[in-house]
């Protein structure tokens, strides 16, 4: 069951994860996902694709970690960042993972915090650590 601060979370699913992910997170569990390629957006760079996520309002899930860090550090102001420290998991695993992100996401709403200019590093290990980037 989804809570009410779950319908505010809109989510930009990178090219490194499988598009399977974002339709089975439509279509099962409701949420506001897209994939970069349902967009048309493929090949874009990494910069092109936070510039893309910001302006459609959405947090990026990528498991380009290094790149999209980099990123983060040099922009003044981003939607939100999920960082996937697994990058070879099968597409099980990334819905999964992603519908951890779901939770998390929807908790940390709850408790009054956004994700803007913040990251979520997460991995199928259990770990998550949420980082200010760049810091205040």
Not at 29 to 42: Q, T
Not at 64 to 77: W, Y
Request: glycine share 6%; charged share 30%.
């Amino acid at each position: 069951m989804l809570g009410a601060r779950e319908y505010e979370i809109k989510l930009l699913i990178d090219e490194d994860l499988s598009p399977w992910v974002a339709q089975q997170l439509r279509d099962r569990y409701f949420v506001d996902v897209v994939h970069i390629r349902d967009r048309g957006r493929l090949g874009l760079s990494d910069r092109e694709i936070l510039d893309f996520a910001f302006d459609q309002d959405r947090i990026l899930i990528t498991a380009n970690v290094a790149d999209f860090i980099r990123l983060a550090k040099a922009r003044e102001m981003h939607c939100g960042i999920v960082l996937v420290l697994d990058g070879a998991l099968r597409r099980a695993d990334q819905l999964q993972l992603c519908c951890r992100v779901r939770v998390l996401l929807a908790e940390e709403l709850d408790a009054g915090r956004d994700m803007v200019n913040r990251l979520l590093r997460i991995s199928m290990s259990g770990t998550t650590e949420f980082v200010d980037l760049p810091s205040s």
